[in-house]
């Protein structure tokens, strides 16, 4: 069953630091996510993607994010500096045209340690 | 806009058990609405659904039903395993089509 793989799975960087998050989307999928979740707190929307373009994007996804689909697997999230409060589970995830609306399917999360 | 909010937990149960987590929704319209589990140490899976109102969504022993009367989806299990140990997030779509969490509920189930 295809799958949405995420790499790392663990990220420990300094703070001020770049990070590149990477996510292969399932292959036919045309909308992507992602999504963060600081440690026992709720899942919390960062930004949709589509058609090269962002959906949309939340008040969290300030000019120190980005996300860049380079070729036609991966889709990546980077944070230019990172923060402390930046430590989180960051998870990636995907839409087909034809799933249920609103159906995605999610990677199995990097977890990014700010030091 | 789309809101969800969910019973705080933990919810601690031995096997066997009769388990309910409850969870309730505002929205616009009629949207989807999503149980997705987090097993520990891995990502969110999708674990049922309901597209409609008076949908049931079943899987693994779990049902949840698309209940408009009541805003609710809650979400129900006859006979918990340890293995079901896991948060549990109730979801639905926003008035985009990001998801909105509600803030999980976790289950601990003891032989």
């Known amino acids: 069953e295809p799958e949405v793989t995420q790499t790392p799975s663990h990220q420990v960087t300094q703070m001020g630091q770049e990070v590149i998050l990477r996510c292969v989307p399932i292959?036919?999928?045309?909308?992507f996510y992602w999504y963060r979740q600081i440690l026992g707190q709720k899942v919390e929307f960062l930004v949709s993607?589509?058609?090269?373009?962002?959906?949309?994007k939340s008040e969290i996804f300030d000019d120190q994010f980005s996300v860049e689909r380079p070729d036609g697997s991966n889709f990546t999230l980077k944070i230019r500096s990172t923060k402390l409060e930046d430590s989180a589970m960051y998870f990636c995830?995907?839409?087909?045209?034809?799933?249920?609306?609103?159906?995605?399917?999610f990677g199995p999360g990097t977890r990014l340690t700010v030091l | 806009g789309n809101s969800v909010t969910q019973m705080e937990g933990p919810v601690t149960l031995s096997e066997e058990a009769f388990l309910t987590i409850n969870c309730t929704y505002t929205?616009?319209?009629?949207?989807?609405l999503f149980w997705y589990v987090q097993y520990p140490g891995e990502g969110l899976q999708l674990l049922l659904k309901?597209?409609?109102?008076?949908d049931k969504g079943s899987n693994k022993g779990f049902e949840a039903t698309y209940r408009k009367e009541t805003t609710s989806f809650h979400l129900e299990k006859g006979s918990v395993q340890v293995s079901d140990s896991a948060v549990y997030f109730c979801?639905?779509?926003?008035?985009?089509?990001?998801?909105?969490f509600g803030t999980g509920t976790r289950l601990q189930v003891f032989p």
């Open positions: 995830a995907s839409r087909n045209l034809a799933g249920a609306r609103n159906e995605q399917f």
């Open positions: 292959s036919n999928h045309l909308y």
């Open positions: 993607f589509y058609n090269n373009e962002i959906s949309e």
């Open positions: 929205a616009t319209g009629y949207p989807s």
């Open positions: 309901a597209t409609k109102a008076d």
């Open positions: 979801a639905l779509p926003g008035n985009t089509d990001k998801l909105i």
